[in-house]
């Protein structure tokens, strides 16, 4: 079964700490691997996309790692910022249909001053 | 427009009745979905438009749920006879295109909460 999951489930932090948020998937045949952010109350924007041949990839203070073999994703943030507080989601496009996608629950992260 | 509008983007209703939700898509992306989001699920598949294709139709729960594309463009989920599981966020994506070679970035509406007393 294709699945997502993402840990942790919600995450409190000071600001200025880094953070690492983990996603695990089982998508067959895998295409890419988006994160996205998703602030309360608002649509969900995307940070990175990954595919099966890059190992890192960095937006600003957001690094996304990939390992294709273990399937396996993270996203770590630096010197967070109360802005960050939102919620994280992972999301991988299924291969065999270009507008199939897997969504993980997300992290919530809470970026405390 | 800038971005993809999505009304109403809060909206009460009474249990059986109907409700329309609307989505206007960034202006040339063929590509429109139609996911749910519940408190602490994942977004679930509901529909996908691929132009003037027939519609994926394949998420929509129960045959109270249905959507339509006018000329490509502006899409409505009409839910009728509402329940209360039926309260959600409702979130509209477009995308330019949703080819094997694209990148495959879905643009979202701010969303539309349903809630069904």
């Known amino acids: 079964k294709n699945q997502v999951e993402q840990s942790p489930q919600s995450l409190i932090i000071l600001e200025g700490k880094n953070c690492t948020l983990q996603?695990?998937?089982?998508?067959?045949?895998?295409?890419?691997l988006r994160w996205y952010k998703q602030d309360t109350g608002r649509g969900p924007v995307s940070l990175t996309i990954?595919?099966?041949?890059?190992n890192t990839k960095s937006n600003g203070r957001y690094t996304a790692t990939l390992d294709a073999d273990t399937k396996q994703s993270s996203l770590h943030i630096t010197a967070s910022q109360l802005s960050d507080s939102a919620s994280y989601i992972c999301v991988v496009r299924h291969a065999s249909g270009t507008y199939k996608y897997i969504f993980g629950t997300g992290t919530r992260l809470k970026v405390l001053a | 427009g800038a971005g993809v509008s999505q009304s109403p983007s809060n909206k009460v209703t009474e249990k059986g009745k109907d409700v329309e939700l609307r989505c206007d898509p960034i202006s040339g992306h063929t590509a429109l979905y139609w996911y749910r989001q519940s408190l602490g699920q994942g977004l679930e598949f509901l529909i996908y438009f691929q132009g003037n294709s027939a519609p994926d139709k394949s998420g929509l729960p129960s045959d109270r749920f249905s959507a339509e594309r006018t000329g490509g463009s502006v899409s409505t989920l009409t839910i009728q006879r509402t329940q209360q599981e039926d309260s959600a966020v409702y979130l509209c994506?477009?995308?330019?295109?949703?080819?094997?070679?694209?990148?495959?970035?879905?643009?979202f509406g701010e969303g539309s909460r349903l809630t069904v007393l």
């Open positions: 990954m595919t099966f041949s890059e």
């Open positions: 996603c695990n998937y089982t998508v067959s045949p895998f295409s890419n």
């Open positions: 994506a477009s995308s330019p295109q949703a080819r094997a070679k694209t990148t495959g970035e879905l643009f």
